[in-house]
């Protein structure tokens, strides 16, 4: 089965003032209905405080986005 990237959710980077190529945090609808991030890995600083009733399989990471980002893809992902 091979995954493709079907949209993207909210606006693009460009539309929230990304000047270039080095921040460009962004939210992905997949195929097979999962969402791809492109963002910030921050999980080495990030996993110690995670919640006690939160866990992290070795394979997975904790990736930051800014606020606006999300908040841009909102009217997106509630039509999903």
């Known amino acids: ?3 493709a990237i079907t949209r993207r959710l909210g606006a693009t ?3 929230r003032g990304s000047l270039g190529n ?3 945090p962004d939210l992905f609808e997949l195929s097979d209905g999962r969402i791809a991030v ?3 890995d ?3 600083e990030l996993d110690p405080a995670l919640p006690s009733d939160a866990r992290r ?3 997975e990471r ?4 800014t606020r606006d980002t999300l908040l ?3 009217e997106d992902i509630a039509a999903m």
């Open 1 to 3: 089965m091979s995954i």
């Open 13 to 15: 980077p460009q539309e």
């Open 22 to 24: 080095g921040s460009c």
């Open 38 to 40: 492109i963002g910030t």
């Open 42 to 44: 921050m999980t080495s």
């Open 57 to 59: 399989a070795d394979y």
């Open 62 to 65: 904790i990736v930051v986005i």
């Open 72 to 74: 841009r893809a909102k």
